[in-house]
């Protein structure tokens, strides 16, 4: 299963109340290779504009002046013409509080105001490996045989992993909202593969591992956590726990690549 994108193909939504900011914005796009993206300022001209025309890729500012690009992400997440639309958020904001809600929604990036180039690109390049399908080759086991585990207690992420595994070829997924609905499927369940958040209510991700680890008949299965946890503390604690990898969100699809070509053995 091979449907490579280029970023010359990338129909682009520019989503920022500044006028010199878009330009800034929209520049960046023309100099790495992309069309010439089109321009919103406010979220309902946004989802008016992507109504008319659904855009491959949205870059939005965080503040706009009818809401925010969290509730933006939102509102296109739970619309069935705009939900696989890629995102990615521009901002000076550095508040772990204020990034999290946005982190949860399965976004290609987060790109630092002011930015460069090269950072604007990686996040590009995250873009093309979410909407290319490249089935990841080489591994003991067909990908397409796997069953995996996703547990996040935002659905909008769980939607996201599904669809990063699924381009590599992961067809069978079963999905929990905390640790303590994982347990009781791992319980009853055999699975593949465990992809698993950190911060959820009821268990969180590090007593689910160690669950897995101490109790399960499960054991031996590979985990991987994908979480927007910073303190370095507790993702010791994680990695102690027994965790096969650990990578941030939102993630880049070419680690995943690269943890799950580890982890079940490609060659």
């Known amino acids: 299963m091979?449907?490579?994108l280029n970023v010359t193909?990338?129909?682009?939504?520019?989503v920022e109340p500044s006028a010199m900011q878009a330009r800034i914005i929209a520049q960046a796009c023309t100099d790495l290779g992309l069309p010439a993206p089109r321009h919103a300022?406010?979220?309902?001209?946004?989802?008016?504009?992507?109504?008319?025309?659904?855009?491959d890729l949205v870059i939005s500012a965080l503040y706009l002046p009818d809401g925010s690009g969290t509730e933006l992400?939102?509102?296109?997440?739970?619309?069935?013409?705009?939900?696989?639309?890629?995102?990615?958020?521009?901002?000076?904001e550095t508040n772990p509080q204020a990034l999290d809600p946005v982190r949860q929604s399965g976004i290609c990036g987060i790109v630092p105001k002011p930015f460069s180039n090269a950072q604007l690109g990686r996040a590009l390049d995250n873009t093309l490996d979410l909407l290319s399908a490249e089935a990841l080759g080489g591994t003991d086991t067909p990908l397409e045989d796997l069953k995996v585990l996703v547990?996040?207690?935002?659905?909008?992420?769980?939607?996201?992993?599904?669809?990063?595994?699924?381009?590599?070829g992961v067809e069978h997924f079963i999905e929990a909202g905390d640790g303590a609905e994982a347990m009781a499927i791992i319980n009853d369940v055999m699975v593949d593969l465990v992809v698993t958040d950190y911060n959820m209510?009821?268990?969180?991700g590090r007593e689910l591992v160690e669950h897995i680890r101490r109790q399960s008949w499960q054991r031996a299965v590979p985990i991987l956590m994908v979480t927007s946890e910073s303190d370095a503390g507790r993702l010791a604690a994680v990695q102690d726990a027994g965790v096969s990898?650990?990578?941030?969100?939102?993630?880049?699809?070419?680690?995943v690549r690269s943890l799950l070509a580890r982890m079940l053995g490609a060659g």
């Open 245 to 255: 990898g650990i990578c941030d969100k939102p993630f880049e699809p070419a680690t």
């Open 41 to 55: 300022s406010s979220t309902a001209e946004a989802i008016d504009t992507m109504l008319a025309q659904r855009p």
């Open 73 to 92: 992400v939102r509102q296109m997440r739970a619309h069935p013409l705009l939900e696989a639309v890629a995102f990615i958020l521009v901002s000076s």
């Open 151 to 168: 547990v996040d207690d935002s659905p909008n992420a769980r939607r996201f992993i599904r669809r990063v595994l699924g381009n590599l």
């Open 9 to 14: 193909e990338l129909d682009t939504l520019i």
């Open 201 to 204: 209510p009821e268990m969180d």
């Open 2 to 4: 091979t449907a490579t």
